[in-house]
Nanobody, 126 residues
Framework: QVQLVESGGGLVQAGATLRLSCAAS????????VGWFRQAPGKEREFVAA????????GYGDSVKGRFTISRDNAKNTVNLQMNSLKPEDTAVYYC???????????????????WGQGTQVTVSS
């Protein structure tokens, strides 16, 4: 399995920007579809964004469309999540997840992924 480590979280004000990174080790990330999920206290894990192996296919949750952008740098073994115009409701622990993929699709359900990072906290104040 690939090991994943998230970074880039923090405390910011509403309207600010953050860039999360997911660094992979143990396997080359280019063979994996990658997703970002988040979980706020007392809530279920929510799909945020996902990207196919090639980076050519991406998907977003309705609450982040137009504000967040997922990208990947397979040469650096990383996947990034650019978060713009942050809102207090974006406050959560953000997780990246990976799934070995044969094709060039992406996955929006957390059960589709079998490798997870430890998460990074994002807090947006109003």
């Amino acid at each position: 399995q690939v090991q994943l480590v998230e970074s880039g979280g923090g405390l910011v004000q509403a309207g600010a920007t953050l860039r999360l990174s997911c660094a992979a080790s143990g396997r080359t990330i280019s063979r994996y579809a990658v997703g970002w999920f988040r979980q706020a206290p007392g809530k279920e894990r929510e799909f945020v964004a996902a990207i196919a192996r090639s980076g050519g296919n991406t998907g977003y949750g309705d609450s982040v469309k137009g504000r967040f952008t997922i990208s990947r740098d397979n040469a650096k073994n990383t996947v990034n999540l650019q978060m713009n115009s942050l809102k207090p409701e974006d406050t959560a622990v953000y997780y990246c997840a990976a799934r070995y993929a044969v094709g060039d699709g992406y996955y929006v359900t957390h059960s589709a992924y079998d490798s997870w990072g430890q998460g990074t906290q994002v807090t947006v104040s109003s």
